[in-house]
């Protein structure tokens, strides 16, 4: 396998699945299908939805051009920090304050490239309801039908429509921008200090992920190497100490025989 083959949109793959590994989660890649009528982005509602009826429990869907940053932090971590209970049905995190980045309402949107998921029956119904909203079935998602193509897509039909359908407490957490999206020199105020989301600097991923995996690394070995320091400076000072002893034996079987 060669590095340099890899493609930046691989490296940010292989970022989640050494993520996941380092932690004992369970990885899946899906390969979604075309839809004949909207954008590939609307892919996501119903996979994430496949994904859960599978069994698990909590769900992370993830961008390849967002990546973990802090490889050997747990994901359980961010989820306490991030106040995400067993009963918040959806989790996201928000976009950059931005005129272009707010609903009709002047609300900020969250960004579907990072989706956490508890499976429960609320967020079926709220995953059902983002997928069936550009049909425009029923009143409430009248205009959806916008979304199906042009960007923002499934990200705007969910910050229009879905999140003020579910609009109880634990239904959708959002997570602060800077948190979970945005990367250094983003110039939007979101450094990404847990995760990073490459939007418009995606050959810059690659790198990061290359920095990522050499920091966990020299992490590893800088551990073992102050362990094996702090073992060989105990070792020292146990001999160092035998030596004195045996000194101070000497010594005195020494002293005894001159006083006879």
Known sequence: MNWDA??????????????AMIHGYT????????????????????????????GCDVTVMIDADAIFIHLALPFEWLLNRWHITPTTALAMALDPDQDWNKDSRGHVWTNAGFVIANNLPRTHEMLTAWEACPEEKVERYKDCARFKHPWPAEQGAFAEYIRYQFAEEEDVREIPCTEANGYPGGGQGCEGVFLKHFWNAKDDVKGEVARGVAQTVM???????REERVVQERERERE????????GKGKGKGQGRRAL
């Open 6 to 19: 890899f493609d930046k949109f691989s490296a940010g793959m292989l970022n989640h699945y050494y993520y």
């Open 27 to 54: 990885y899946r890649f899906i390969q979604t299908y075309n839809l004949p009528d909207r954008a590939p982005y609307w892919t996501k509602p119903p996979a994430l939805s496949q994904i859960l009826q599978s």
């Open 219 to 225: 992490a590893e070995v800088l551990g073992h190497f």
């Open 240 to 247: 160092e100490k035998q030596k004195q002893k045996s000194r």
